[in-house]
């Protein structure tokens, strides 16, 4: 049985790329493991964020979460600034990283380009994120490929740590799946699928009604060749299309390759909007009925009791190895 630690910003409504590369996998993982997922608002708040939105946005996300299939009798769902442990032990986790690396992070260095006055919560977001997965003694980290630096990053933190006062921290390993750990912007298929990006049909929300699916994906950029084939390099609006089609309808890349030889990519298009619309519809449904329910309130309440018992417990062991606070 592992321990299985992972967090979701309340940014926005999550991304078809936030679900496929990420979230799916959180509700398989429960068969048999620990887990543990958070609504990671303190690493929200790196950038400014519209308090009545991101208070929205953290409602939402809880009921997303268990629309897409967290089951609170086995796991663990909370906020991350109703436990403060996270916030205690992302200071250590601060004064336990150096500059030149947290400098070096490719998040920080995207984020903080062009930026006048850059907070500097963007800089230590990576021991903050370290912190999270550390408190739970966690194995395994389910993520996207985009948070693989970070991963790296958490486990060279965990390591100097435990070198210098003793066995503290379990070492994580990333869970990265094999497709849909990079799904691409429908717009510009060489970038990153993202909550934020200005150009609203560059990216699918869970929540996006059927229309605006269908309309987003009859506009992905494809290419001239009008062959439906897998290449990342050479075609990849087309193959982005595929990993999401493939994740969606469960068929594997070659056999959809072979069912679309000879056809145009209309019907190819028209086909993978009703994958991703019959996938999301079910969640949606879920969605509708927790968003008014008490019940949420009262699972993420149990949710920062539990969590709040076993971050603790770490917390404790790291401050007294530190030889911080008072210890007998
Ligand atoms: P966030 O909120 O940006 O994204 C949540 C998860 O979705 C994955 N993801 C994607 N996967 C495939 N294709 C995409 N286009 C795509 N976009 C996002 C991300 O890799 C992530 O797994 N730093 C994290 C949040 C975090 C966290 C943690 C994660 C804070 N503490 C501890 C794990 C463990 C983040 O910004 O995720």
Known sequence: M???????????IPTLG????????????????????????????TVPQDPKEIQSNIHSLAALYLAMGIDPKRSILFIQSEVPCHAQLGWIMQCTSY?????????FKDKSKGKQAI??????????????????????VPVGADQKQHLELTRDLAERFNNKYGDV???????????GARIMSLAEPTKKMSKSDA???????TLDSEKDIIKKIKSATTDDEATVRYDRETKPGISNLLDIFSLCSGTSLDELVAKYQ?????????DVAEAVVSMIKPIQERYNNLIESKELDEILDEGA????????????????ALGIGRHN
């Open 99 to 107: 500059m030149g690396e947290l400098e070096r992070m490719t998040q």
């Open 199 to 205: 150009n609203r049909k560059a990216t699918i929300f």
């Open 262 to 270: 000879g056809k145009g990519y209309g019907e190819f298009k028209t």
């Open 169 to 179: 921290f379990t070492m994580p390993e990333p869970y990265i799946p094999p497709v």
């Open 2 to 12: 592992a321990k299985i630690f992972s967090g979701v910003q309340p940014t926005s």
């Open 305 to 320: 009791d539990k969590a709040y018992s076993i971050a603790k417990k770490t917390l404790t062991k790291a401050e007294a």
């Open 18 to 45: 936030n679900y496929l590369g990420a979230m799916r996998n959180f509700a398989t993982l429960q068969e048999g493991n620990e887990c543990i997922y958070c609504i990671v608002d303190e690493h929200a708040i």
């Open 119 to 140: 907070p500097a919560g963007l800089l230590t977001y990576p021991p903050l994120m370290a912190a999270d997965i550390l408190l739970y003694q966690t194995d395994l």
